[in-house]
């Protein structure tokens, strides 16, 4: 990847000038240009509208280095899914690394909890991952999927009920947090008496994988992470002494039963964690960033 603007204090800098910082270098060694090396996507502008903070980038540098995550950006649609599409040359494996180091006192605590967080199916290279995605993959057809609609349709309608008789509302706060939460758990099986406890935990997973925290919110985070492993294993040990529920856990534990070659037990319990950061978060923030779209577009409404 080329960058066509390189920034006007690279000739100084490259000159030795004592003034200007050297500019910034993608690991390739392409000059990194001005819009790449000020992208944070931890502030205000792509935090609010992710999709507007990288129009510049879909229209003129759709593949960017951003020193500030250490990443390579990918901003249109077709060469994502070319990338997603081609587990060969673009790996998976560091899709879950965590972009900000922990101390080593968040790795005492996480073993105190006796987290052993192992690959799952988004961060595991071919042919490993092909095969359990194989034997996994049933309970996310669209046909599985058509019986989960009457829950939706419920819990949407409930909410838009109080949401009426108040006649405004924060969506987000009082509708897609969530909904896609409970429909996560009711997918997986998980009893609703369980919810409460697991609400509490998802924020901490994301945070301590993909956020920025500090020293002391990174300690706070390990601590979470670790309740939330050890809730997430007791769940699961409950469900394995049951494994004829329904839910893509039980499917999974049947699967286990069946193949502990291909979905070992290290795999559940990892995926159990890691799943209600999947479905959760994920739906949550695309919900809300389709609605804002929605409402703030006539058109596209
Ligand atoms: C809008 C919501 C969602 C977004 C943006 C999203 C995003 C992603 C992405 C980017 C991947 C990696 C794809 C790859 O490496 O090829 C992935 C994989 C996965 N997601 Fe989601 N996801 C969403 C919702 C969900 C939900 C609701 C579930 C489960 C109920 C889920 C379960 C999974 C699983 C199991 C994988 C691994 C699939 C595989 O590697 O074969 N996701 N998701």
Known sequence: MTSTTVPPSADAAAAGCPFHAAPPVAPNGCPVSDRAAAFDPFEAPY???????????????PIFYAPSLGYWVVARYDDMKAIFRDQILFSPSIALEKITPPPPEAAEILARWGYAMDRTMVNEDEPAHMERRRLLLESFAPEALAKHEAIIRRLTREAMDRLIEKGEADLVAEMFWEIPLV???????????????????????????????????QLAVADQVGRFWSAANAILDAMMEKPDGEGWMYFSIRKHFERPDVVPLSYLRSMMMAILAAAHETTSNATANAFRLLLSDRAAW
């Open 183 to 217: 429909v996560a758990l009711h997918f997986l099986g998980v009893h609703e008496d369980d919810i409460s406890l697991l609400k509490a935990y998802c924020v901490a997973h994301t945070l301590n994988t993909w956020g920025r925290p500090t020293r002391e919110q």
């Open 47 to 61: 935090q609010a509208d992710p999709a507007e903070a990288l129009r510049w980038a879909r229209a003129e540098e």
